[in-house]
């Protein structure tokens, strides 16, 4: 999904805007006419859950202590990896000085244009492992958390329902990063994945008159509810990280200047 900025403003003096398809914008509503969510709206509800777990952070934490053991496992198995792709590496580089060495002896026979062929195909092989090797290296790195960033994460939840309304737009999206992994919005229903749960374990915010605070839920009024849904597009299409929310109330921001 994306953020769609619209002229009118609500009573808030915000700009309005909509999360919708890219696929649905493309072909204009004939692949998908799943409902828009209302931008404005679907923020403030992924706050506002968020505070709730401040008030009452132990699901939070026996999640985020969940999520710390599955990173450690998931570290085991990423090093595992990297050592087996280092030795593939160091076999092929081994192979292939053993090639090098024999190619002058070679010279000049039939067997000389195999041998560089071969040595060709082993280095071709080798820089795709040099890849695999740095990206699961960068993959490792940024999956790694400290225990001091851990105990970092549960004071700021501890303290985000006091500060969240006087943070600042970066701040928002820092401290929003740091709990929420992902929100899908199926077109009813808004689900929060917090780091440390799985696919199956999102929150789900109803789409009821509390949320939406006017009664109108938070799919976009005025839609066709009747044709189908895009059904590969739920999970996928839908799908967006929380920072880009937040990267459209920077934009709102910038238009108030």
Known sequence: MRPKLSKRMDAQGEFIYSYLCAMKEKSRSYVCQMKNANGNMLDRVVCEEIKR???DSSEFIRQLELGKKQLEGN??????????LCGVL?????????LVSSLSKAAGTSAEGYIVKQIEELHGKGEIIKSRISEMESLTASHTLSNIEFDIIRQMLTTFRDTIDDMSVEQKR???????K???WDGENVHVYLFGSDDSGGIELPNDDFLSGNGGGLAEN???????????SKREHYVYEVGGQIRRHEQIHHLRK
């Open 53 to 55: 777990l401040g008030s």
């Open 75 to 84: 570290r085991e198995e990423y090093d595992d990896n990297l050592e087996r």
């Open 90 to 98: 160091t076999e092929s580089e081994k192979e292939i000085a053993a």
């Open 174 to 180: 820092a401290a929003l990063r740091t709990f929420v």
């Open 182 to 184: 992902k929100v899908v």
């Open 222 to 232: 005025g839609e066709n509810t009747t044709e189908p849904l895009c059904e590969n």
